[in-house]
T-cell receptor, first 109, second 116 residues
Framework: GIQVEQSPPDLILQEGANSTLRCNFS?????LQWFHQNPWGQLINLFY???GTKQNGRLSATTVATERYSLLYISSSQTTDSGVYFC???????????FGPGTSLSVIP | SAVISQKPSRDICQRGTSLTIQCQVD?????MFWYRQQPGQSLTLIAT?????????ESGFVIDKFPISRPNLTFSTLTVSNMSPEDSSIYLC?????????????FGQGTRLTVV
């Protein structure tokens, strides 16, 4: 099955700093999503991005499908950005979604 | 997109008891998915629930421990049976929508279970 790696596993940022999170897939995927899990456990959809670049406020994501990786950019980080960021993908619509191990982000004032 | 309502949002249960988690979706879906997230870990798929048939369980998960019901196209329940402290986790239900070969997953808010 598809293997998903994420880096870094943990990240501590000063409020206002920028960061880049990376996700690598062992095989090509037709679906790639980024999620933010807040401290209460809720998974929030950030981006559906099988390829290309998308931006939403301070967050943006880029997926290079041919090289099987995706990047999540967080600019001007805020304490509310803290939590765990997961990337996830699946190969076809009949497959299960495979999650990466996550990046735990702490933004300190 | 989808609105997925999951309840309870959290519970503290005694070992040896069972808890049933409900998941309601605001539109009809063929498959509903149940995930477990153990403390500090990523999400692991427990089973896929299709309406009108038995759920399909992933390796390491069995029906006796995690019975699932799927009575219609918008609702499913997951029961965690004969609980032990090792079952303390977040349980999430999920649906996937496919449009023109693009499949996107959506999740309920999760049920945080603590077994004492």
């Amino acid at each position: 099955g598809i293997q998903v790696e994420q880096s870094p596993p943990d990240l501590i940022l000063q409020e206002g700093a920028n960061s880049t999170l990376r996700c690598n897939f062992s095989d090509s995927v037709n679906n790639l999503q980024w999620f933010h899990q807040n401290p209460w456990g809720q998974l929030i959809n950030l981006f559906y991005i099988p390829s290309g670049t998308k931006q939403n406020g301070r967050l943006s994501a880029t997926t290079v499908a041919t090289e099987r990786y995706s990047l999540l950019y967080i600019s001007s980080s805020q304490t509310t950005d803290s939590g765990v960021y997961f990337c996830a993908g699946l190969k076809t619509s009949y497959d299960k979604v495979i999650f990466g191990p996550g990046t735990s982000l702490s933004v300190i004032p | 997109s989808a609105v997925i309502s999951q309840k309870p949002s959290r519970d503290i249960c005694q070992r040896g008891t069972s808890l049933t988690i409900q998941c309601q979706v605001d539109s009809q879906v063929t498959m509903m998915f149940w995930y477990r997230q153990q403390p500090g870990q990523s999400l692991t798929l427990i089973a896929t629930a299709n309406q009108g048939s038995e759920a399909t369980y992933e390796s390491g998960f069995v029906i006796d421990k995690f019975p699932i019901s799927r009575p219609n196209l918008t609702f499913s329940t997951l029961t965690v049976s004969n609980m032990s402290p090792e079952d303390s986790s977040i349980y999430l239900c999920s649906v996937q929508f496919t449009v023109a070969m693009n499949t996107e997953a959506f999740f309920g808010q999760g049920t945080r279970l603590t077994v004492v």
